[in-house]
């Protein structure tokens, strides 16, 4: 597995992930993962954190693409953990979503837990129930970037790192990310060319251990970029 390295210094790398491929090993994960590569390439990791994550500074779920930080050391793997931590990341992703978003600017803030139907799942709860064990807060914000008849393309930046929480978050206010075949709709379109669920990690802000703020950009992948046209065009899914 070639990983695409956008940055490297001493201390930390910045990836770009592609589509389909598990972060790092969990439960019965089998094949190659994103840190059995990285350790080939750089087998100090193996003193960094803790297995099977070792440097990974935050996940990305298997079927999202784009920028993934790693830190080379457990020094700056904590400095830079504390940052996520503390909300001083700035994450945005892009998403596709199924139907017509109405507002142009929109919040998302719920708790977030296990989902007690489906334990692969997570579920959004109302800030108000009583029942908070097992639940933490979530926050979402996004943008519309463009609209189509079927969908519509978001910009969407998190404010908490919950497991799977703008997926979650998105179908909680009925725009399940297209190609989610976890959380979306049975009734939910799907655009022609679409292979895996739409939700690309694009920007990433951060401080590096050496004092400097970096900002990170990932394009969406072609892949991605042919769905938009398709919708564009107006080629339907016939399926």
Same mark, same amino acid.
Request: with cysteine; aromatic share 8%.
């Given at each position: 597995?070639?990983?695409?390295?956008?940055?490297?210094?001493? #201390?930390?790398?910045?990836? #770009?992930?592609?589509?389909?491929?598990?972060?790092?090993?969990?439960?019965?994960?089998?094949?190659?993962? %994103?840190? #059995?590569?990285?350790?080939?390439?750089?087998?100090?990791?193996?003193? *960094?954190?803790?297995?099977?994550? =070792?440097?990974? *500074?935050?996940?990305? #779920?298997?079927?999202?693409?784009?920028?993934?930080? *790693?830190?080379?050391?457990?020094? *700056?793997?904590?400095?830079?953990?504390? $940052?996520?931590?503390?909300?001083?990341?700035?994450?945005?992703?892009?998403?596709? %979503?199924?139907?017509?978003?109405?507002?142009?600017?929109?919040?998302?803030?719920?708790?977030?837990?296990?989902?007690?139907?489906?334990?692969?799942?997570?579920?959004?709860?109302?800030?108000?129930?009583?029942?908070?064990?097992?639940?933490?807060?979530?926050?979402?914000? =996004?943008?519309?970037?463009?609209?189509?008849?079927?969908?519509?393309?978001?910009?969407?930046?998190?404010?908490?790192?919950?497991?799977?929480?703008?997926?979650?978050?998105?179908? =909680?206010?009925?725009?399940?990310?297209?190609?989610?075949?976890? =959380?979306?709709?049975?009734?939910?379109?799907?655009?022609?060319?679409?292979?895996?669920?739409?939700?690309?990690?694009?920007?990433?802000?951060?401080?590096?251990?050496?004092? $400097?703020?970096?900002?990170?950009?990932?394009?969406?992948?072609?892949?991605?970029?042919? %769905?938009?046209?398709?919708?564009?065009?107006?080629?339907?899914?016939?399926?």
């Amino acid at each position: 597995m070639n990983l695409k390295i956008l940055y490297e210094d001493n #201390d930390a790398l910045v990836i #770009d992930k592609p589509a389909g491929i598990v972060v790092f090993p969990e439960g019965e994960t089998k094949g190659n993962t %994103v840190i #059995d590569a990285l350790l080939e390439k750089y087998p100090d990791l193996k003193s *960094v954190g803790e297995a099977p994550r =070792y440097g990974i *500074v935050h996940r990305l #779920d298997k079927d999202t693409s784009g920028l993934l930080l *790693v830190a080379k050391t457990t020094k *700056v793997l904590i400095f830079l953990q504390k $940052q996520f931590k503390n909300r001083e990341v700035e994450k945005k992703y892009t998403a596709l %979503v199924c139907g017509t978003a109405k507002d142009d600017y929109g919040e998302i803030k719920t708790l977030i837990g296990r989902s007690p139907q489906d334990p692969r799942k997570q579920k959004a709860y109302s800030l108000e129930e009583l029942n908070k064990i097992g639940k933490r807060e979530a926050i979402t914000e =996004y943008k519309v970037l463009e609209r189509f008849e079927k969908y519509t393309l978001l910009e969407v930046q998190i404010k908490t790192g919950r497991k799977h929480q703008i997926r979650c978050h998105l179908a =909680y206010i009925h725009h399940p990310i297209a190609g989610d075949k976890t =959380y979306g709709f049975k009734d939910s379109p799907m655009p022609e060319g679409l292979t895996r669920q739409f939700l690309h990690a694009s920007y990433l802000k951060i401080q590096l251990s050496n004092g $400097q703020t970096k900002e990170f950009r990932s394009e969406l992948p072609e892949e991605l970029e042919i %769905v938009i046209k398709n919708i564009e065009s107006g080629i339907l899914n016939l399926e």
